[in-house]
């Protein structure tokens, strides 16, 4: 017990104290604002990955959730026979291993940024939208690994099986992620005339949405629009209120465009036909390349590192190379039905808001899904990327 609890105390308190010494030292630089933070912002990417997963290998090493499953039942007996219940509280402490040094971290390197960007949004509140985005993300592994333990129990679970109830439960989460924004974002309806401004550019671009939200982007600095939902006459929009008052018109109407031209090019239904692939592939490729001979071995460790060799390939290679290529596809987009110029104006007003810096290397734009902005405004006025057909625009409005 005392070396689970140092254990716990490890992941709690090293990510923190780590991040913390590496941003003081990057706010000490003798740089420029933007080069400073694409740093800082480099380091969590990279680093949150690395945290997490040696938390996880951590607390399996001298089973932390085992220890705390029986201090449980011993103060509850009987807990884990009640319905669900047991469930919940096994999703519960997962979602704690990988949260607390993700937040830990978070809590590190937060007063650094919000020093070099003078933003004022407290630590708590950052917290809490890390958490959010989180829990959605923990909410739809759960579906996929509960979906396919219903399919299997009742067709059986020889490799067709799997593949195909790996492709239903994923098509599903793709189906269904998006409205989770909803569930779990805070925010207000878009009312008066902020609300006016943004129907009217959307009717411009030839599209009504169910809803119009507001998201909170003044104390974070956060410039951003997203567009949600994948059913036609079921697709809300999400805009910061930052980004309402650092754009115009004409720069936040190209913005839009750009959302729906992710809407128009289907693109989320290509990431879970990729998702499928390479999933697919690798349950496939369970047996033939030895995971499960490692499993055998080796226990958790054994399927653990395989699989997280896998979703890095996938969601850094493959997702990293699909997104940058559907982000230029979205900004040719915007630039057929915003302008050209109208477009440029907006990425640049982004960069510009959001401290981007304009190059930031392959890796980091694959890992973040996005191409640096400077590319993205070359290919703009080029106009030599994403030609797609205004039939196909129109069919999906």
């Not at 059986?156 to 790996?166: D, F, M």
């Not at 949405?209 to 949600?228: C, D, H, I, Q």
């Not at 030895?290 to 590192?305: I, K, N, R, S, Y």
Request: hydrophobic share 50%; charged share 15%; net charge negative.
């Amino acid at each position: 017990m005392i070396v689970s609890v140092a254990v716990v105390l490890a992941i709690a308190v090293l990510p923190f104290l780590g991040f913390r010494a590496y941003a003081r030292r990057v706010e000490a630089m003798d740089a420029s604002l933007e080069d400073r933070l694409h740093r800082l912002r480099r380091a969590q990417q990279f680093g949150y990955i690395v945290v997490s997963v040696v938390a996880i290998l951590a607390v399996v090493a001298v089973d932390v959730i085992g220890q705390v499953q029986g201090l449980l039942e011993t103060a509850v007996p009987g807990l884990y026979t009640l319905p669900g219940v047991g469930w919940l509280v096994d999703l519960l402490l997962i979602f704690g291993v990988v949260a607390l040094p993700i937040v830990s971290a978070v809590l590190g390197a937060y007063p650094t940024e919000r020093s070099l960007r003078e933003t004022s949004a407290s630590s708590c509140a950052v917290v809490k939208g890390v958490l959010g985005g989180m829990a959605a993300m923990i909410l739809s592994i759960v579906f996929v690994v509960e979906g396919i333990g219903l399919i299997t129990s009742i067709a059986g679970s020889s490799t067709p099986v799997l593949i195909a109830a790996l492709a239903v439960v994923i098509f599903a989460v793709f189906a269904l992620g998006p409205y989770l924004t909803l569930l779990f974002s805070e925010r207000v309806s878009l009312a008066g005339d902020r609300r006016a401004r943004v129907e009217g550019l959307c009717a411009d671009l030839g599209y009504t949405p169910r809803g119009l939200y507001l998201l909170e982007g003044e104390s974070t600095k956060a410039a951003n629009a997203l567009v949600a939902g994948t059913l036609p006459g079921l697709r809300y929009v999400f805009l910061t209120d930052y980004l309402l008052e650092e754009c115009s018109d004409a720069e936040l109407r190209a913005i839009l465009a750009h959302e729906f031209g992710h809407v128009a090019g289907r693109h989320l239904w290509q990431r879970a036909i990729l998702t499928v692939a390479v999933f697919g592939a690798g349950i496939a490729a369970y047996g033939p390349l030895g995971v499960a001979a490692l499993e055998a071995q080796f226990g958790f460790v054994g399927f653990f590192l395989p699989f997280i060799a896998l979703f890095l390939l996938y969601y850094v290679v493959f997702l990293g190379g699909l997104a940058l290529w559907q982000e230029r596809r979205a900004d040719a987009y915007a630039a057929r039905t915003a302008g050209v110029g109208a477009t440029v104006a907006g990425l640049e007003t982004l960069a510009d808001a959001n401290d981007t810096r304009e190059d930031v290397g392959t890796v980091y734009s694959l890992l973040t899904h996005h191409p640096p902005i400077g590319d993205r405004i070359d290919a703009v006025r080029d106009g030599v990327d994403g030609r797609e057909s205004t039939r196909s625009a129109r069919t999906t409005r």
